[in-house]
């Protein structure tokens, strides 16, 4: 299948967790979690700085308004993992669909990764999605994410369930992402 001018496509696969890792409790905080509800100009500072690299979007394309209403919301907890003082991960559980947990978006800004902090991102996702009670927690990451995502996601307990095929306009071309973002994924 060729994709015109304009277009990206990725393979999405969906993983689930039924009941808590043990990645839960293999690993404690060394930063602290703050929420980010209410500021959606940190909210989006961090997402680009996470997200770029990734080519991360779906944020990007929503009004202040439509993404305050999902960080504000009382079932989605956004949070930015802080070490020493500045926002270094982002983690974001959305409790909206009823007795499952979706893991939204969990991820390092760019230099730290590999160095133990998607454990601890992760590990903390998990204990906070468990505390409700919910039937599952579920992601979907895709190819345009770190080459090592689904392994990491399976490392820390989840079971891939499902792929689908994504095809979205390049936001470098429609101007939601600058056009340097993903370097790796060239502009068609």
């Known amino acids: 299948m060729e994709l015109p001018p304009g277009k990206i496509a990725a393979v ?7 009941q808590p ?20 100009e940190r909210y989006r500072r961090l ?18 308004a439509q993404l305050a209403s999902i960080i504000d919301d009382p079932l989605v907890e956004a949070l930015a993992l802080v070490k020493d003082g500045r926002d270094v ?4 559980l959305d409790f909206r669909k ?13 230099g730290l990764i590999g160095r133990g902090l998607g454990l601890e991102l992760a590990a903390e996702g998990i204990r906070r999605a468990f505390r409700r009670p919910i039937s599952r927690l579920w992601l979907h990451t895709c190819t345009l994410d770190h080459p090592a995502a689904v392994r990491f996601y399976r490392s820390v307990g989840f079971t891939p369930y499902r792929r689908a095929l994504e095809v979205a306009e390049d936001p470098r071309l429609t101007g939601r992402l600058p056009r340097d973002a993903a370097p790796d994924v060239p502009i068609v």
Do not use: I, K, N, Q
């Open 89 to 92: 991960g982002l983690l974001e």
């Open 47 to 64: 997402f680009a700085e996470v997200g770029e690299p990734w080519l991360w979007f779906s944020r990007a394309l929503l009004s202040d």
């Open 21 to 40: 890792s043990p990645a839960a409790s293999a690993s404690s905080p060394t930063g602290e979690f703050v929420p980010l509800a209410g500021d959606v």
């Open 12 to 18: 999405a696969t969906y993983l689930e967790m039924r």
């Open 98 to 110: 009823g007795s499952e947990c979706e893991l939204a978006f969990l991820g390092l800004v760019p």
